[in-house]
């Protein structure tokens, strides 16, 4: 059983910066993709960023192109998404995912993960 705990999410100011961490325990390691997905009040959850197994290729939605990273470290079990130049809509609360469909170059959406995490709040003020 794969346990996922987000961590890191809190109260910024717009421009501000977060790094959220991701940390995996259970039976499988962190060799799957991941993932790092938001649910904003009213909406639906939506994917934010993606890292195949090996770390080679991510994805990001158009909306934090250039201001997100997601990165992991397989030696601590743990994904991380570092998020520069935050707005106001980046309010959302966080979830990290496993087994995302991710392979290769192409990231299939709205698919099915194998976990989720329990989520961290994100709340950007003016």
């Known amino acids: 059983q794969v346990s996922l705990a987000e961590s890191g999410g809190g109260l910024v100011q717009d421009g501000g910066s977060l790094k959220l961490s991701c940390a995996v325990s259970g039976r499988t390691s962190t060799r799957v993709a991941m993932g790092w997905f938001r649910q904003a009040p009213g909406k639906e959850r939506e994917i934010v960023a993606a890292i195949t197994w090996s770390g080679e290729n991510t994805y990001y939605a158009d909306s934090v192109k250039g201001r997100f990273t997601i990165s992991r470290d397989d030696a601590k079990n743990a994904v991380y998404l570092h998020m520069n130049s935050l707005k106001l809509e980046d309010t959302a609360v966080y979830y990290c995912?496993?087994?995302?469909?991710?392979?290769?170059?192409?990231?299939?959406?709205?698919?099915?993960?194998?976990?989720w995490g329990q989520g961290t709040q994100v709340t950007v003020s003016s």
């Open positions: 995912a496993s087994d995302v469909a991710y392979y290769g170059t192409t990231y299939y959406d709205k698919s099915p993960v194998g976990a």
